[in-house]
T-cell receptor
Framework: GAGVSQSPSNKVTEKGKDVELRCDPI?????LYWYRQSLGQGLEFLIY????????KSGLPSDRFSAERTGGSVSTLTIQRTQQEDSAVYLC?????????????FGEGSRLTVL | AQSVTQLGSHVSVSEGALVLLRCNYS??????LFWYVQYPNQGLQLLLK??????LVKGINGFEAEFKKSETSFHLTKPSAHMSDAAEYFC?????????????FGQGTTLQVKP
């Protein structure tokens, strides 16, 4: 596609359930990033992929959070046993291969609400 | 390590007035600096960026920012606000050349434009 695509755009779940959020980056972009945007918290970095590897997962808030990337393309962020504090907008971004000028191309996000 | 501080979570200006959004950064390496804008219910869009060279950078929609190393600042300005500028603005820093492309964001500043 022309841009970064994320699904679902909105997800409402009950506390304790698992959720999966999907990111389809711009074709050919080898680097992929997940961020979390919470009210009053700005954007928090979660994890970075280069190809299928995640050299930096320092922002994952707990072991309930995990992410994978397959085929150097689509990535899935999984949150297990969701808690109310997980409610946020989860943003995905990608950049072309190489270490360029750092401009990230963002998707529109997946809004997660945990009841 | 890098960090970003945006002074003022909310800024309100009248239409036609000067817009000034403040950003200070901390970086142990020569930084790359960015301003992103997020319109309601949309993803983040790059406004402008500083990598190297000229310290005054111009972006889209009449915005500009000046990199001041001595003040570790990268404030965003626009001479005359328009109603359509109402949005949330994020300042971000990365580790410059050779970095992973990961951006560290500030908390964001919501710009309100009054008629």
């Amino acid at each position: 596609g022309a841009g970064v695509s994320q699904s679902p755009s909105n997800k409402v779940t009950e506390k304790g359930k698992d959720v999966e959020l999907r990111c389809d980056p711009i074709s050919g972009h080898t680097a992929l990033y997940w961020y979390r945007q919470s009210l009053g918290q700005g954007l928090e970095f979660l994890i970075y992929f280069q190809g299928n590897s995640a050299p930096d997962k320092s922002g994952l808030p707990s072991d309930r959070f995990s992410a994978e990337r397959t085929g150097g393309s689509v990535s899935t962020l999984t949150i297990q046993r969701t808690q109310q504090e997980d409610s946020a907008v989860y943003l995905c971004a990608s950049i072309p291969g190489g270490l360029g000028t750092g401009e990230l191309f963002f998707g529109e996000g997946s809004r997660l609400t945990v009841l | 390590a890098q960090s970003v501080t945006q002074l003022g979570s909310h800024v309100s200006v009248s239409e036609g007035a000067l817009v000034l959004l403040r950003c200070n950064y901390s970086s142990s390496v020569p930084p790359y600096l960015f301003w992103y804008v997020q319109y309601p219910n949309q993803g983040l869009q790059l406004l402008l960026k500083y990598t190297t060279g000229a310290t005054l950078v111009k972006g889209i929609n009449g915005f500009e920012a000046e990199f001041k190393k001595s003040e570790t600042s990268f404030h965003l300005t626009k001479p005359s606000a328009h109603m359509s500028d109402a949005a949330e603005y994020f300042c971000a820093v990365s580790g410059g050349s050779g970095n992973t492309g990961k951006l560290i964001f500030g908390q964001g500043t919501t710009l309100q434009v009054k008629p």
